[in-house]
């Protein structure tokens, strides 16, 4: 089955203590990308991947570290969490479909975890 | 679930209505544009997606209307069913250069029996 796995879907820390989400996905997308929820903010996307070893800044980098080393996997690494990256975070990939074509790149979603920083 | 969003606009339709969800972007360089699903806890699901060199697309009781005038995207469901009851996002983003996307906020459709 195509999909997007992430783990854990759960997790609960303390500031400061290190973690890393990760993220997987199966369909040998170029495109990956993670993203975080919060309620009135909508999705805001934190690190995006092109492909192995290429990545780059979204919209609300601080605090986050990302790494493509396989094309498959995505994880997202907070450093030192602090209370204020409490939220949902979602990771996705894609392909680019090119120029021709009236889709482009569309995003499959992972299930989403849920972060709690204490 | 996890609650997606405390304040959402919402909109109620009727079953077999149709609904009309309306959206406005931000940036004049964006040129493509996504509509996305999202269940009470689950991920945002992909719907449909456009181009800025089309004005209309449409997909399976969807359909995507883009004015680009107005920097304005709305999204049809034509019949609505129990089962399209979510949170709908839109998307925008460029073609070249960057896969950076912006989301909006959302809209919450509520589907009444």
């Known amino acids: 089955e195509a999909q997007v796995t992430q783990n854990p879907r759960y997790l609960i820390t303390v500031t400061g203590k290190k973690l890393t989400v990760t993220c997987s996905q199966n369909?040998?997308?170029?495109?990956m990308s993670w993203y975080r929820q919060d309620p009135g903010l909508g999705l805001r996307q934190i690190y995006y991947s092109m492909n192995v070893e290429v990545t780059d800044k979204g919209d609300v980098p601080e605090g986050y570290k990302v790494s493509r080393k396989e094309k498959r996997n995505f994880p997202l690494i907070l450093e030192s969490p602090s209370p204020n990256q409490t939220s949902l975070y979602f990771c996705a990939s894609s392909l680019d479909r090119g120029r021709a074509g009236p889709s482009y790149n569309e995003q499959f979603f992972g299930p989403g975890t849920r972060l709690t920083v204490l | 679930g996890e609650s997606v969003g405390l304040h959402l606009p919402t909109l109620s339709v009727q079953e077999g209505d149709n609904s009309i969800i309306n959206c406005a972007y931000s940036n004049s360089a964006s040129d493509y544009f996504i509509w996305y699903k999202q269940e009470s806890g689950k991920g945002p699901q992909f719907i449909i997606d456009i181009r800025s060199n089309m004005d209309k697309r449409q997909g399976q009781r969807v359909t995507v209307l883009l004015n680009k005038t107005v920097k304005h995207l709305s999204l049809q469901i034509a019949a609505t069913q129990p089962g399209d009851s979510a949170v709908y996002f839109c998307a925008e983003g460029r073609t070249f250069g960057t896969y950076k996307y912006i989301f909006g906020t959302g809209t919450r459709l509520k589907v009444l029996a």
């Open positions: 369909m040998n997308h170029e495109y």
